[in-house]
């Protein structure tokens, strides 16, 4: 499976490099962009298969006093598998850290010394359950492939250091 993937990378690095080669390209190619970037780099760290938010960051309280209950959406929830399960609380201890009071579980403890300084989103949602789709949401915005992820827009507005590597 790693080979097949990583055929698929190098044909994108290929397509990028003889994209900056191409008539199109030099035609096509902005000169001025509506502001200058300030950005130099942009990091983002996209953990498939790591641990649930809910077992580490995402405290909720609701799961604890709902725990074992059958679960219900109120509406159509598209599973990966054969339904949905009853509702399952986090195995971990959660404790406030800092003076925010943010809840952290007992894995992610060491994180309370820092918490202040760490931003956490809470407000993303998803329709799917399903993990491929949910990876395309979560890359480009879509459930549906075919529209550019973060890469292409970073590239876009940064272009790159280096002609002889792909902007990604």
């Known amino acids: 499976m790693l080979s097949r993937m990583g055929n698929g990378f190098g044909g994108l690095a290929l397509t990028a490099m003889l994209n900056q080669e191409s008539l199109a390209a030099s035609q096509g190619q902005l000169t001025d962009l509506h502001f200058p970037p300030r950005a130099k780099r942009v990091v983002q760290l996209f953990m498939a298969g790591a641990a649930s938010h809910i077992d580490l960051w995402d405290h909720k309280p609701q799961l604890e006093k709902h725990h074992g209950e059958a679960s219900d959406f109120g509406e159509h929830v598209e599973a990966f598998q054969n339904g949905l399960g009853p509702w399952m609380k986090s195995p971990f201890a959660f404790t406030p850290y800092g003076q925010s009071g943010k809840m952290l579980s007992e894995v992610v403890a060491p994180l309370g010394?820092?918490?202040?300084?760490?931003?956490?989103?809470?407000?993303?949602?998803?329709?799917?359950?399903?993990?491929?789709?949910?990876?395309?949401?979560?890359?480009?915005?879509?459930?549906?492939?075919?529209?550019?992820?973060?890469?292409?827009?970073?590239?876009?507005?940064?272009g790159t250091e280096n002609e002889n590597l792909p902007t990604f």
């Open 113 to 158: 010394e820092c918490v202040d300084d760490i931003a956490f989103i809470h407000n993303m949602i998803g329709k799917t359950g399903v993990h491929s789709q949910a990876t395309y949401l979560q890359a480009t915005g879509f459930q549906r492939p075919g529209f550019p992820g973060m890469g292409a827009w970073v590239s876009y507005a940064l």
